[in-house]
Nanobody, 126 residues
């Protein structure tokens, strides 16, 4: 059964860095396009970044452009989110998500993803 498991969250200081990982079990990750979402307390879940199945296309929310980098290593069946210059409003639960579609397209829309991880908490503290 295909499932996603996130890791790498925790408490980070303002201006610090963190790297989240999302490892897939039960299916080769190369068949899926992927995305990271986050949900801050009291807010809607938002799409932070996405990456196509080939890895050649990425998209980012304006709030994280230049600070976050999404990447994938299909040999490790793992996707990553490298975050630098973290801010308090980056605090939230981060989820990885997957859609069983190949090609050059990726999406930051929740409705376009059918598999979700359980989430990992990132807290940015001053």
């Amino acid at each position: 059964q295909f499932r996603l498991v996130e890791s790498g969250g925790g408490l980070v200081q303002v201006g610090g860095s963190a790297r989240l990982s999302c490892t897939a079990f039960g299916s080769p990750l190369s068949s899926w396009r992927l995305a990271w979402f986050r949900q801050a307390p009291g807010k809607e879940r938002e799409g932070v970044a996405c990456i196509s199945s080939s890895g050649g296309n990425t998209k980012y929310a304006d709030s994280v452009k230049g600070r976050f980098t999404i990447d994938r290593d299909d040999t490790m069946n793992t996707m990553y989110l490298q975050m630098v210059d973290l801010r308090p409003d980056d605090t939230g639960v981060y989820y990885c998500a997957a859609a069983p579609l190949q090609g050059a397209y990726c999406s930051r829309q929740q409705t376009e993803h059918e598999k979700w991880g359980q989430g990992t908490q990132v807290t940015v503290s001053s």
